[in-house]
């Protein structure tokens, strides 16, 4: 229990549907970041938030859409998605944004049909 | 080229084995950190280090920064030590974490 967690843990859906992933921290953390993780790919950080706000993009297509309505929960809004968006995408917290020891939650695997 | 190189890419011990995985890395950075990822997804940060050595139970994490070099290693490795372990560095000026592939280590009892 690394007091980020994630549902669901498994997501099926088809490309014209819309779905949402989401994480909730609890350890009074500042940041929470949304990573994706390909199959022999290195993770590739998506979003950061830091106390509710953006302050990274990666160059995310827009068929991704994060939401952090508070500094404990974090969203992400999928909707049009492709079969190569299948993956495991991973939510994490830490102190503060960039910087620290992250802790990671189990993982949403995705895969798009 | 990766900017963070892991090897071996993949790793089968016997239980009780000493296990070493190495990470080699091309820019200047301000930590480099060690993570376990485990069968089911979730990762547990190991070690964040900026030079000389860890110690957590039997694990040891050590790196050289002249050499840009680090190595995790497991001491009386044990079936439960399966997963796949994951270098990643902050470079100076960025402090996002750059990641390495994994080395995907299997004990076997």
């Known amino acids: 229990e690394t007091g980020v967690t994630q549902t669901p843990r498994h997501l099926v859906m088809g490309m014209t549907n819309k779905k949402s992933l989401k994480c909730e921290q609890h350890l009074g953390h500042n940041a929470m970041y949304w990573y994706k993780q390909s199959a022999k790919k290195p993770l590739e950080l998506m979003f950061v938030?830091?106390?509710?706000?953006?302050?990274e993009n990666n160059s995310v297509p827009s068929r991704f859409s994060p939401e952090c309505p508070n500094s404990s929960h974090l969203f992400l809004h999928l909707h049009t998605l492709q079969p190569e968006d299948s993956a495991l995408y991973l939510c994490?917290?830490?102190?503060?944004?960039?910087?620290?020891?992250?802790?990671f939650g189990e993982g949403s695997r995705l895969t798009v049909l | 080229k990766n900017e963070v190189e892991q090897s071996p890419q993949n790793l089968t011990a016997q239980e009780g084995e000493f296990i070493t995985i190495n990470c080699s890395y091309s820019v200047g950075i301000s930590a480099l950190h060690w993570l376990q990822q485990h069968p089911g997804g979730g990762i547990v940060s190991l070690f964040m280090?900026?030079?000389g050595k860890k110690k957590h139970g039997r694990l040891i994490a050590t790196i050289n920064i002249q050499e840009k070099h680090s190595s995790l290693h497991i001491t009386a490795s044990h079936p439960r030590d399966s997963a796949v372990y994951i270098c990643a560095v902050e470079k100076f000026g960025n402090e996002k974490l750059t990641f390495g592939t994994g080395t995907r280590l299997t004990i076997i009892p």
């Open positions: 280090l900026s030079s």
């Open positions: 994490a917290s830490s102190r503060g944004a960039l910087t620290g020891e992250l802790f």
């Open positions: 938030y830091s106390l509710e706000e953006r302050v």
